[in-house]
């Protein structure tokens, strides 16, 4: 198995909650979070009504959870949390389709989805993804969403000017929480071709710096599936 690089979030190691009804689970992610020292596991249960309280007792950066468990809605308690919790990012973990869940998930307030069929180095990048203040999915959909989007008739009458296709693509990337080392990642090219089309854009655009970009992106991303 090979390991990702080993590149520090902070000077300090992440504290992660996980709440998984599955032993089996529950300990396998354990496990694999245990092998990378940028991270702590400062508790887990297999207990969903503690949730809260162990939000609160202990303060964790990330929460890894599957909510669909019990015949609950999953999708409330992860409202409720992120709503209760705004510091707190959320990242779902189950074994329930992506392609139906993950969107609703990521409106429910969810930071990331990530499958327990995928395997451990995945897992470890969707923490980096989403304690970095990112959006994760898979590529797989993000690359659904972003298409599905773009090839909408609302969004043919509020495409951006000017955009070559790379560009509209990579735009749309932004717009959906990706940074740019995933795009690269993800369309496999370098992060300096992807930082080079960011600047293309913002001269096309109009924006200052990498922080309207990012805004612009979003506003234009979330402006379509409203």
Known sequence: MSKLPQTPLSK???????VDANTVCREGIRAIISRDNRFE????????????????????????????????????LIKELAGRFGQMRILVVSQLPEEVYAQRILHAGASGYWM??????ELIRSIETVLAGELYVSPRVAFLAV????????SNRTLPAGLTDRELHVFSLIGAGIGPGRIAGDLGLSRK??????????????????????????????????
């Open 12 to 18: 300090t190691r992440a504290r992660l909650l996980v």
């Open 41 to 76: 596991v400062c508790e887990h249960t297999d207990n969903r009504k503690t949730v809260a309280d162990l939000v609160s007792q202990q303060n964790p950066d990330l929460l890894l959870i599957d909510p669909f468990v019990e015949r609950r809605d999953g999708l409330l």
């Open 116 to 121: 327990k069929s995928g395997p451990g180095e």
């Open 147 to 154: 298409h599905k989007l773009v090839d909408s008739p609302q």
């Open 193 to 226: 071709t992807i930082e080079t089309y960011q600047d293309r854009i913002k001269l096309k655009l109009g924006y200052h710096d990498a922080r309207e970009l990012r805004d612009g992106a979003r506003r234009w991303f979330d402006s379509l599936r409203m």
